[in-house]
Antibody, heavy 116, light 107 residues
Framework: QVQLVESGGGLVKTGGSLRLSCTAS????????MNWIRQAPGKGLEWISY????????YYVDSVKGRFTISRDNAKNSLYLQMNSLRADDTAVYYC?????????WGQGDLVTVSS | DIQMTQSPSSLSAFVGDRVTITCRAS??????LNWYQQKPGKAPKLVIS???TLHSGVTSRFSGSGSGTDFTLTISNLQPEDFATFYC?????????FGGGTKVEIK
């Protein structure tokens, strides 16, 4: 069965960095676009980035451009999000999700807390 | 960027009711409209893709309609397991954007 498992979250100081990973199983990872989507505490969903099969097409929401970098390693069935210059308003649960036209599978989410 | 506006932001309904949630896009998104259901503490789940295509395993009590800029999600014969927050999302162009959510509560 399809599984997506995020890891790497935690508490980080303002201005710090963190790298999230998403490990996929149960499907051919290299066939799919992949997304990162986040949800601040008590708030709605915010799509932040996607990457195509071969890492040639990448998009970011404006609020993370220049600070976050999405990448993937198809040989390792893994998706990554490098987050630099973290701010308090980056505090959220971060989800990876499969597919960019629609996201049919999501991970369980990983909490990132940015605090001074 | 395409803005997605959902209404209402919350609603209360009885088990057995029929409820409708509306989503409006700030420009035409053709049929690139999805609906997700999220329960507290859980990841969102895809309910409907491409306006009206029910995701595998989703009950037929859910239905979607619309085109262009105006879309609806209808839940017929509301059941206890349907109480959740629902989000629309456009996938017509990046940045992909979500509506603000509609919380469906038990009356």
């Amino acid at each position: 069965q399809v599984q997506l498992v995020e890891s790497g979250g935690g508490l980080v100081k303002t201005g710090g960095s963190l790298r999230l990973s998403c490990t996929a199983s149960g499907f051919t990872f290299s066939d799919y676009y992949m997304n990162w989507i986040r949800q601040a505490p008590g708030k709605g969903l915010e799509w932040i980035s996607y990457i195509d099969h071969e890492s040639r097409t990448i998009y970011y929401v404006d609020s993370v451009k220049g600070r976050f970098t999405i990448s993937r390693d198809n040989a390792k069935n893994s998706l990554y999000l490098q987050m630099n210059s973290l701010r308090a308003d980056d505090t959220a649960v971060y989800y990876c999700a499969r597919g960019h036209v629609f996201s049919d599978y999501w991970g369980q989410g990983d909490l990132v807390t940015v605090s001074s | 960027d395409i803005q997605m506006t959902q209404s209402p932001s919350s609603l209360s309904a009885f088990v057995g009711d029929r409820v409708t949630i509306t989503c409006r896009a700030s420009q035409s998104i053709s049929s690139y409209l999805n609906w997700y259901q999220q329960k507290p503490g859980k990841a969102p789940k895809l309910v409907i893709s491409a306006v009206a295509t029910l995701h595998s395993g989703v009950t037929s009590r859910f239905s979607g309609s619309g085109s262009g800029t105006d879309f609806t999600l209808t839940i017929s014969n509301l059941q206890p397991e349907d109480f959740a927050t629902f989000y629309c999302q456009q996938s017509y162009s990046a940045p992909l954007t979500f509506g603000g959510g509609t919380k469906v509560e038990i009356k």
